[in-house]
């Protein structure tokens, strides 16, 4: 089982990312106030969610809607 590990990132700014990650150019996730944001790990740029779109979007994503056909 993969677990998911917390990396430092400008300042107090603690992102989230899978341990498949092992190249370094991964998504994160960070709490940041009362938004959730995505991080490009190698780049720090982030898109910004409110908690109710993230939950929405996981929702989403634990249903399969976003699984890639085969």
């Known amino acids: 089982m993969r677990v ?4 430092p990132l ?4 603690f992102v989230r990312r899978s ?6 150019g991964c998504v ?5 106030g009362d938004e959730v944001r995505v991080v490009d ?3 720090s740029e982030a898109l910004r969610f409110t908690p109710e ?5 996981v ?3 634990k249903a399969g ?3 890639l056909p085969r």
């Open 19 to 24: 341990s498949f990650c092992s190249d370094g």
């Open 10 to 13: 400008a300042g107090d700014l």
């Open 65 to 67: 809607e976003f699984d």
């Open 59 to 61: 929702a989403g994503v």
């Open 4 to 7: 998911v590990t917390d990396s």
């Open 28 to 32: 994160g996730v960070a709490m940041a």
């Open 53 to 57: 779109e993230w939950a929405a979007f």
């Open 41 to 43: 790990t190698k780049s």
